[in-house]
Nanobody, 131 residues
Framework: EVQLQASGGGLVQAGGSLRLSCAAS????????IAWYRQAPGEERVGLSC????????FYADSVKGRFTISSDKDRNTVYLQMNSLKPDDTAIYYC????????????????????????WGQGTLVTVSS
């Protein structure tokens, strides 16, 4: 059974940093791409970043490029999202999701940045950025 466990959220002041973790189990890690999404109150779920666990190619939404970094630890079957220079607008519930495909730049911008692309989801972790 595919399971994803997101953690690492919390309260941080604007300008601060947090590192989120997504622990994966129940599948062959290298066969999957794992993405991070967030959903603010009253808004749609938005794709932030994705990594192919096989080749560690990474993809980012323009809104977080340069501030957020996604990485993958194959020994721990865990994907991280390092978030720096946090802003109050980053306040949201953050989710990780997985799909058994390798993502390309073309697929990220046309399909893989949309929630419907991912069949497996972890529970969210709340990030609150105070001003």
């Amino acid at each position: 059974e595919v399971q994803l466990q997101a953690s690492g959220g919390g309260l941080v002041q604007a300008g601060g940093s947090l590192r989120l973790s997504c622990a994966a189990s129940g599948f062959t890690f290298d066969d999957y791409a794992i993405a991070w999404y967030r959903q603010a109150p009253g808004e749609e779920r938005v794709g932030l970043s994705c990594i192919n666990n096989s080749d560690r190619n990474t993809f980012y939404a323009d809104s977080v490029k340069g501030r957020f970094t996604i990485s993958s630890d194959k020994d721990r079957n865990t994907v991280y999202l390092q978030m720096n220079s946090l802003k109050p607008d980053d306040t949201a519930i953050y989710y990780c999701a997985a799909v058994r495909h390798w993502i390309t730049t073309n697929s990220w911008y046309h399909k893989a940045s949309y929630p419907s692309y991912y069949p497996y989801w972890g529970q969210g972790t709340l990030v609150t950025v105070s001003s």
